[in-house]
């Protein structure tokens, strides 16, 4: 259901307004990715990046520098979410 409303909200001039959502979305299909099975966390991590990338894109265009620079780091940070095997690995010594 996230999806379709960022969906349903993006606008033709790629404003600021949607990169917001765009990064609400990332940060929730990353919360399920650690909780799935390693094939579909690995799709959720692509949407992720994919939803980044363009929030990325969206500051820079519109010059938000710090906002950009922050999108950017979380974006380069995706690929250090542990795995859901990691996840359980670390359930099961504690």
Same mark, same amino acid.
């Given at each position: 259901m996230?999806?379709?409303i960022v969906e349903m909200s993006r606008g033709a001039e790629q404003s600021v307004e949607e990169a917001g959502p765009l990064e %609400? *979305?990332? %940060?929730?299909? *990353? !919360? *399920?990715?650690?909780i799935v099975d390693s094939e579909e966390s690995d799709r959720l991590k692509s949407e992720a990046k994919a939803a980044l !990338?363009?929030?990325?894109?969206?500051?820079?265009?519109?010059?938000?520098?710090?906002? !950009?620079?922050? !999108?950017r780091a979380a974006l380069e940070g995706i690929d250090s979410v542990p795995d859901p095997s990691t996840n359980a690995k670390e359930l099961l010594r504690t």
């Open positions: 996230h999806r379709e %609400n *979305l990332a %940060n929730c299909v *990353l !919360a *399920l990715s650690r !990338a363009r929030a990325t894109w969206i500051y820079e265009r519109q010059g938000k520098s710090e906002q !950009a620079r922050l !999108a």
